[in-house]
Structure formats: C-alpha cells, structure tokens
C-alpha cells in the first residue's frame, strides 16, 4: 500500500476558492478508481468525487455538483479537486483514495466498484467560514 499526500487545503470565506491535489500510484495500463472524500466532524464519511476510469466518467455529490471539479495529471499522476464556491457545508478533513477497479463492476459507490486494497491520504484540513 501507498500513503497518498494530500496539499492545499486551508481556510477560506464562504464563496471563496481552493484547489485539493494528492500524488497517487502510477496505474500504467490499468483500470482504477480515484477519488476524493471527506468527513466532517460528528459525520460519517461521504464521496465528494470520484473518476472511474474504466467508463472514463466521474462521480459527484449532489451537494457538490456545479461547484467541484475532479482532474487528473496522467502526466504527473496527480489527481485534483477544484472546490468553487465554498460553503461553511463544506468544512471537513478532505481524503484522497486509489484503489484499481474491479472489472464489470458499475454504480455510484466505491465500494461496489473498486477493490479493497486500497491507498488513503492522512487529509488535508479545509475550513469555510460564513
């Protein structure tokens, strides 16, 4: 297993902007699931984003859509999160997660989707104030 690094996260007023990136494993060749999360505290954990690149398509939270965008740097192997439009909703310990895909496997939930032998980042603090 990897240990992702997540860099960016901060303080923000409500309306303001931040841009989550994480290091993740270099999939060369093979199908994967890159995704960002996020727990809030009294919360329980919750997919903000997530590319599936086996269908080449993402996913996104309905609190969320609009607002986010979820990127990758094949390049670089970086994946992104643009957050626009923060809200004091959005405060939470934001997660980076990998994991390959399982083949034939479809839905909305990672769990369904992607195998257990996955890689989390320790998370990146992200505070939006009113």
């Known amino acids: 297993q990897v240990q992702l690094r997540e860099v960016g996260g901060g303080s923000v007023q409500a309306g303001g902007s931040l841009r989550l990136s994480c290091a993740t494993p270099?999939?060369?060749?093979?199908?994967?699931?890159l995704g960002w999360f996020r727990q809030a505290p009294g919360k329980e954990r919750e997919a903000v984003a997530v590319i599936w690149s086996s269908a080449g398509s993402t996913y996104y939270a309905d609190s969320v859509k609009g607002r986010f965008t979820i990127s990758q740097n094949n390049a670089d192997n970086t994946l992104y999160l643009q957050m626009n439009s923060l809200k004091p909703e959005d405060t939470a310990m934001y997660y980076c997660?990998?994991?390959?895909?399982?083949?034939?496997?479809?839905?909305?939930?990672?769990?369904?989707?992607?195998?257990?032998?996955?890689?989390w980042g320790q998370g990146t603090q992200v505070t939006v104030s009113s």
């Open positions: 997660r990998a994991a390959l895909s399982i083949p034939n496997k479809y839905g909305s939930r990672w769990e369904n989707r992607c195998k257990p032998e996955e890689d």
């Open positions: 270099a999939y060369t060749y093979r199908r994967y699931c």
